[in-house]
Every structure is written in structure tokens, then in C-alpha cells.
Nanobody
């Protein structure tokens, strides 16, 4: 089993910054991709940013130029630096990881418990 533990989030004024972090724990696995999704009330869960094992990074158009994802493969962590936050960024943010277990070679998706980000004056 793999666990994703998130930290960060909270209440910030428009134009402010927050940093989210996520750490994966478990044994005998490699992370294929890792990133962040978000879900606003009444809406579906959408991609925010994801980093693949090949080093490529994808961002939602709405966050390009404001959010930066960074990943540490050795520590199995991923962070999301969010700058110039807007009220429409308000959502529950979920850490995501696609992992492959070394023995079985099977791949599974895992999700964190979610952390609330509220952007409001």
C-alpha cells in the first residue's frame, strides 16, 4: 500500500501565495507520475499540475504562469507553489500518484485526503 500525506493549504487573500506539499510512503514501489488535482464545490475533480517520471510537466491553462510544481524522486515528494492566487482557485486540492510496484509490475493510482485552499478577502 501507498499513502499520500498532504500539508499546506489554508486561507489566503487574492494575490497571495501558498505552498502545498505531499509525501508518499510505503515500500517497493516507484512513482510514474505525481501531481495535484482540485475539486471546487459542485464541480468535478480537475487536473492542476502533474509531473511524469520522464520529467515532463503539464499544467491546467488556468494556472499556467502562477503555479509551479516540483518533485523530488528520491524523497518521493511533490510540491505545488501557488502564486497570485485568485478566488476561483478555491477548492480542495488532492495529491495524486501513479505508482508501479516493483515485484508485481502492476500500476495503481493513489490519492491524498485533500487539503482546503480558500482564496478570499
Amino acid at each position: 500500500q501507498v499513502q499520500l500525506v498532504e500539508s499546506g493549504g489554508g486561507l489566503v487573500q487574492p494575490g497571495g501565495s501558498l505552498r502545498l506539499s505531499c509525501a508518499a510512503s510505503g515500500s517497493n514501489f516507484d512513482i510514474k507520475s505525481m501531481g495535484w488535482y482540485r475539486q471546487a464545490p459542485g464541480k468535478q475533480r480537475d487536473l492542476v499540475a502533474v509531473n511524469t517520471s520522464g520529467g515532463s510537466t503539464n499544467y491546467a491553462d488556468s494556472v499556467k504562469g502562477r503555479f509551479t510544481i516540483s518533485r523530488d524522486n528520491d524523497k518521493k515528494t511533490v510540491s505545488l507553489q501557488m502564486n497570485n492566487l485568485k478566488p476561483e482557485d478555491t477548492a480542495v486540492y488532492y495529491c495524486y500518484a501513479l505508482v508501479r510496484f516493483r515485484l508485481s509490475r502492476l500500476q495503481y493510482q493513489y490519492w491524498g485526503q485533500g487539503t482546503q485552499v480558500t482564496v478570499s478577502s
